[in-house]
């Protein structure tokens, strides 16, 4: 099983960004997807989450209004669109996978299977 993660460059502030995470080995027709990002020198964080059918969507505060989350379950990928970034913005993402659970999460350990990470820089 293998979440592969790509998008990720270098962007100025205001800019834009789309973040593909394509999964292979099982489908994650029936799970649910979510991003993660960790900065240097902090804990992994939650950015957004979507449940297997794409009904139900959660998303950090901090980028709430900012990205949107998305999935092509023909596909077996998960999308974070982001818009109006910010320096603070600046981190490795993260997709992540929960094992035939339909419910997303906020939480890290929650999720089964991650991708390798992409890095984010935004400048100021």
């Known amino acids: 099983v293998q979440l592969q993660a790509s998008g990720g460059g270098l962007v100025q502030a205001g800019g834009s960004l789309r973040l593909s995470c394509a999964a292979s080995?099982?489908?994650?027709?029936?799970?649910?997807l979510g991003w993660f990002r960790q900065a240097p020198g902090k804990e992994r964080e939650f950015v957004a989450a979507i449940s297997w059918s794409g009904s139900s969507r959660n998303y950090a505060d901090s980028v709430k209004g900012r990205f949107t989350i998305s999935r092509d379950n023909a596909k077996n990928t998960v999308y974070l669109q982001m818009n109006s970034l910010k320096p603070e913005d600046t981190a490795v993402y993260y997709c992540?996978?929960?094992?035939?659970?339909?419910?997303?999460?906020?939480?890290?350990?929650?999720?089964?299977?991650w991708g390798q990470g992409t890095l984010v820089t935004v400048s100021s």
């Open positions: 080995g099982r489908t994650f027709s029936d799970s649910a």
């Open positions: 992540a996978a929960r094992g035939a659970i339909v419910v997303p999460s906020t939480l890290p350990d929650r999720y089964d299977y």
